[in-house]
Structure formats: structure tokens, C-alpha cells
């Protein structure tokens, strides 16, 4: 090589500061010094060189080289996870979300332990990267002294400073806390692709509707490419969406072969003792009992798969012989939530379907855990103060891929539903917070800080009248209804309007040893009768359909039994039971015993009513060996509309004026005023609050009737009532 090439190679770049300013990070200026003496190292008498930006340069094409070798690496992973895309003819306006959509989310391995020591800048509001760290915790005051001495050195605050401890070993997970790889490898069973694609149909066919934890396109794209051959975490989601679907298919392929833990063979569905709804009770256990729903090792964080599968084992459990571990998979969800942000608000400027699913799947949780908490009389995980995660988007699933998440505009939503069950529900969790309480919160200073027994009242009576005269056009009750979605889903909304209604007025009945001073009007067991036949109407109407009742909706049947019944005791000194009180506590008994084909506990409804009637001599007094439903009930003639919650409450009117005159309330029941005898008011004045049975002893004398009454067990009963729940 020529000696003028040979200087040209290595001269010097133009600009380049010298090794001295470099390295001591200050302006050179040896460009414009002769000879390329910098007046620094002319200064100090040091040698001013650049042997540094030449070593610089003979590594470029080395470093480009690394740099395309990770690129192919990077490009084989990425069609690994996104088969079927050519990258190579990919520019850069690429929309790289339109790509992911219908693809696999949340598919980062199990083993990423997070640690602090990365960079606290990751400890922010971000479920599917970060774990969340709330105010109060040291790891937000740690960050506000990084942030002070940002705004000191006169750095914005806004980028959060990198936190790098010089001792790994405190702060790297022990590898010893960590399962053995097999341990997080299960070897799942699916059912055979027909049955497969049919028990995903009826999922989105009658659960995901009113239960919406999963998007339709996303998960059957992903089911499509056979993600649960590869992600077991997806594998798991898979088998509950087959497990709720095999409770509506009438393949046997879903039912168990053996009863398991059993000494004795299952029951033949010929048995003249048993209809098949023994064998029917197994439908989709084969798919659930593959799962861990509970993870093993809480080192992991959870991901939206993770959640998805313990909603959705929680839905199959409700009705079963197993409520109590629903409730705690409820709970255990809702902290695995909290854990990475899910009940948080992220500041995004464009909805995506990512963060729409989290949004989902946060709400199902809270709902069923609100509803599940109320039905055990159990404190709520979350209080309405403790997130404040946005409402889902009112907007379908196949219009994901729209601009902005947009719903046509005309179109109702089935998503409203979900929006006002949400709303609805807040009441609820309300109510059992604050008049069911333990015990009431106090101040500072000792003395109890509570709202008045009227005031709620007044507060949730005006809360449910607002959110009921609130409710869109196509979730009005309407028992001619020909979209079967929004029929359902009307009349499930209806029928938790008025058990919310039993829910609140029910501890306001006066007992013996708490008096009320509405005892004049009694006002509670009115509305407590009058909003357990709306629901009855309304479940009628359902069940002439051919919907079948879910476990909440079951629950209500029970409830609204239970108070009619009550209702019918209260009258025992009065006139003889009219024929019509009784065929409405007969009509709960039809509508649980409609469910016990699917539902352990709709049986076991069934025969706590039954029970209550044998004891008292009721059942003698009817024959209702006819049908179980009126020919037309009132809730299925056109026009009609639930009555609203009764302002019974005024912030004028203290509520011990209620029981002189002027207390009265009218309802819409022509029926009301002539059930509830003045000798019904003079018992209910008097009545326990209470559903035990030591509380209504007094009070279920036997009725007077023709014939030998059969003898009941009383023991048997009360073992019968304490074990309920388990």
C-alpha cells in the first residue's frame, strides 16, 4: 500500500476530540490549532493524541458484523412467534399492531424472575412487563429521592434514573426458590378437534356473553395456530373455555367415565331414583381437573393467561359442591392482579387489545367476587376506593380492529350489559359494606363515625332508582324481546335490581330485641315481597324460554323463595293462605329444581324449600300437581316495567316519622295491600332478622291443616343449613 494511501487511511476524523478532552469530557480544540495541538494538552505539556478514535474505528466492522448476526437471531424468533409475516418486505409505517392482533399475548417465558435491580424506572403502572409498587411502599419513596437529585443536577424528572446495586447476590431471586423445570411443563388432554370447536362455540354462546373474560378473534386466532401446543399458560385458558362448554353440550365425550374417589358407581341415568343429572354433574371436570388453577410458585409474575384461567375455573365452580373455593380463587385472582397493576389506570393514548383484555378480565374478577362475598355474607376483597382501573370500552369484539375501538353508531353493544352490571354491582358491594358491616369504623376520637340508618337507606334507594331510569333502550326489560342476547341479559340485570333491593331492606324488619321506629309501617317487608315476586316474574319468563338459570340467578330464585315464604308465616294468625301466595313460593321451587340438571346447588335449594313447606304443613294445602308457572305471568304481558325503588326516605323526613301517618307507599302490585293483613304487619313488627332456624321458632308454629303432618328431622335440618355453602 502506498505511503500517501497509508496516511489517508489514518487521518485523523474531523471533529475528533483528543484522548486527553475525552477522557476528561471537555471541548478540544486541536481542528483549529496548528499542528492539531489542542491548547489544553499545550497547557498541562502533554502529549496530544488520538490513539483512541483509531482503536474506535478498526472495530467498526467488527461491531456491524455482531449487530447483523443479532438481527438474524432476532428475525428467526420473531417468525417463530409470528409464522406466515415476511419481514424482509416490511417498511417502516409497518402498523406493527395490526400484526399482533389475533396473535398470542402475554407469551413471555415463566422463568423471567424481575428483580429491582435492574432499574426502578420498571416499577411503574404496567401489567405485562412490571409487579406494582403502590405509594405507600419504600420502593415509590426510594424513587422520589432519585427524582430530588434529578431536580438538583437540573435533570427532567420525567425519565426515571437507572438503579444498579453493586451487590447482585441481595438482590437476584435465590435459584433455589425456583421449581425444577418439569414442574412447569404439564402434559395436557384435549378433546378431539370437533369437540373442541363445538365446546368454544358454546362458551361464546352462553357464557362469554354475560361473563365477558375472553376476545373472541384473538383467542380463536390463537387456537387456530395451535398456540396450546406450545404455551401451556394459553393451554390452561383452553381447557376452561372447554370445561363451561361442556356444561351446555350434549356429547357424552364430555362427561367423566368413573365417578373419581367414589366406592360406588355412578348412577345409571335410567335409575328410577335419578334422572342423569348425576352423570350430567360431571360434564367438563375431565378438562378442569387437568389445570393447577392455583399457581404452585408465587415467585412468577401472573400474566393475563394466568388470570383468564382462574376467572374462568371460578364461573365453573359457582353451583358446584365446591362455592368456598371459588370465592378464594376470586380472591387469590383479584391479589394476582394487584400484583402487576391490572387494577390500575394506564395512561395510553390509544385503547389497545391488550389493555382491553386486562380491563376485562380485572372486572369479571371484582364482579363475581363482589357477588360471591354477598351470597356467604363474607367481607369484599377490593373496595371501590382501592382501583381505579377504567370500565371496558362499549364496544364489540369484532370491532377491535377499528379506528379507535369504535362502535357503529346505531349498533347497541353487548358490552353495555357488562358496563351496567359493573354499575350495578358497585351498589351492591355498597350495601353489604355498609349495612352489613362487623362492626362500625370510628374516628380519632373514639366515637363512631356512621351515616344514620335512614340516610343509607335514602342513598342507596336514590342510587338504584338512578341507575335503573339510566339503563339504555335494549337492556329495558322486555319479555317480547326476539335478540335472545339482549333478552337474557336485560332480564338478568332486572332480577339483580331487585334481589339488591331484598339485600338492602332485609336487616331493616324489626326483631324483639332491636325495635325500629318504623315498626308502624313496616316499609322493608313490602319492598322485601314485592321485589322477591318481580324476581320470580322475571325468572319465569327466562325459564319459558329455555334459558337456563345460572348459579347468581339460581341463588335469587332461593332468596326470593325464602322471603315469600317468611311473608306467609307472618300471616299465620290472619285469614286462611291464599292459593296464589302459595303457587308463587312453588314457582321459586320450579325454577330450582330447573337448574339441578347442571347445578349441585340448585338441588340443594330444591329441597331446603320443600323442607320448609313439609315442616309447616303448606305443601297439604295446595295440590300443585299442575303446572309450576302461571299460564301468562305479569312480567310477560307487554308494557311491562319493574317499579322502581319507593322514595321512602327524604332528607326532610326523619326516619322515625315513618311510623305515624302519611307512611304508607304505593307499589305497583294490585296484589300488595290485600296479602299483607294488618295481623301480618302486628307479626312482622315482632320478627327476627335472622334466617336461623332458633330465630323463627316462635314464629313457624304448624299451620292447622287436614291430615297428618310428617315428622322433620330438626337436627338433621340445621346440619343440613350449616353445611350449605362447603
Known sequence: MAAGEQRTRHRKPQGASCDNCRRRKIRCDSVQVPGNQCSHCLRGGLDCTHADIFKTMSSAKSYVSALEHRVEKLEGLLSKLL????????????????????????????????????????LKLDPDTNRFFGKSSG??????????GQQ????????SPAFAPKRGHFWQPAQWIFPPPGDDSPKYTFPSPDLLA???????????????????????????????????????????????GSRYSSSPDVLLDTFAFSASPPPSPTSPNDDGSSLRHTAGWKWHNQVRVLPKNLIYKPDLYELQTIALSSLFLLGM?????????LGFGLRRAVDVGAHRQRRQAEPSAENEQWKRVFSVLLCLEWEM????????????????????????????????????????????????????????????????????????????????????????????NGW????????????????????????????????????????????????????????????????????????ETLVKRDVVLTPFLLSTAFTSGIMLLLNIWSGRRSVPISSLALEQVHACMALTRSGERLY???????????????????????????????????????????????????????????????????????????????????????????????????????????????????????????????
Open 152 to 159: 438538583l443536577k437540573g435533570q427532567p424528572v420525567h425519565t
Open 321 to 329: 359442591s365446591s362455592t368456598a373455593m371459588a370465592w378464594n380463587q
Open 83 to 122: 409464522p406466515g409475516i415476511d419481514f424482509e418486505h416490511l417498511d417502516n409505517d409497518t402498523d406493527v399492531e395490526g400484526l399482533l392482533l389475533g396473535r398470542p399475548l402475554e407469551c413471555l417465558p415463566r422463568n423471567d424472575a424481575d428483580s429491582i435491580a435492574r432499574t426502578l424506572s420498571k
Open 468 to 539: 335503573l331510569s339510566s339503563l339504555p333502550g335494549h337492556l329495558r326489560w322486555g319479555p317480547d324481546r326476539t335478540d335472545r342476547v339482549f333478552f337474557q341479559q336485560s332480564a338478568v340485570l332486572h332480577a339483580k335490581y331487585h334481589y339488591i333491593q331484598i339485600l338492602l331492606h332485609r336487616p331493616f324488619i324489626p326483631t324483639p330485641l332491636v325495635p325500629s321506629p318504623a315498626a308502624g309501617v313496616l316499609p322493608s317487608l313490602a319492598i322485601c315481597t314485592n321485589a322477591a315476586r318481580s324476581c320470580v316474574r322475571i325468572l
Open 198 to 244: 363445538s365446546l368454544v362455540d358454546l362458551y361464546f354462546q352462553e357464557v362469554n356473553p354475560y361473563n365477558p373474560v375472553i376476545h373472541q378473534p384473538t383467542f380463536r386466532a390463537q387456537v387456530a395456530d395451535l398456540l396450546h401446543l406450545r404455551d401451556h399458560r394459553f393451554a390452561a385458558t383452553l381447557l376452561m373455555v372447554c370445561s363451561l
Open 373 to 464: 362475598s354477598a351470597q356467604l355474607g363474607r367481607p369484599i376483597t377490593m373496595h371501590e376506593q382501592d382501583f381505579d382501573q377504567e370500565l371496558p370500552l362499549e364496544c364489540d369484539d369484532e370491532y377491535w380492529g377499528s379506528a379507535k375501538f369504535m362502535q357503529p353508531s346505531g349498533k347497541p353493544s353487548q358490552m353495555s350489559y357488562f358496563i351496567w352490571l359493573i354499575k350495578l354491582l358497585e351498589i351492591q358491594a355498597a350495601v353489604t359494606t355498609n349495612i352489613y358491616r362487623t362492626r362500625k369504623p370510628r374516628d380519632f376520637s373514639g366515637q363512631a363515625s356512621t351515616p344514620t340508618d335512614a340516610q343509607s337507606i335514602m342513598e342507596f334507594d336514590s342510587a338504584l
Open 600 to 726: 349441585l346447588t340448585a338441588g340443594r335449594y330444591t329441597d331446603i324449600l320443600e323442607r320448609l313447606m313439609d315442616t309447616h304443613g303448606l305443601d297439604a294445602l295446595l295440590d300443585h300437581r299442575g303446572p309450576s308457572f302461571p299460564a301468562v305471568p305479569p312480567a310477560a304481558q307487554p308494557g311491562y316495567e319493574p317499579a322502581p325503588c319507593p322514595e321512602l326516605f327524604t332528607a326532610d323526613k326523619p326516619f322515625a316519622e315513618l311510623s305515624g301517618p302519611g307512611g304508607d307507599m304505593a307499589f305497583d302490585a294490585p296484589f300488595m295491600a290485600s296479602e299483607l293483613e294488618s295481623d301480618s304487619f302486628m307479626t312482622w313488627s315482632s320478627a327476627p332478622s335472622g334466617f336461623s332456624l332458633d330465630d323463627w321458632s316462635y314464629v313457624m308454629e304448624p299451620i292447622p291443616v287436614p291430615g297428618p303432618v310428617p315428622p322433620v328431622d330438626e337436627l338433621r335440618m340445621r346440619r343440613a343449613l350449616c353445611g350449605f355453602w362447603n
Open 139 to 148: 420502593v415509590q419513596l426510594v424513587q422520589v429521592a432519585l427524582n430530588f
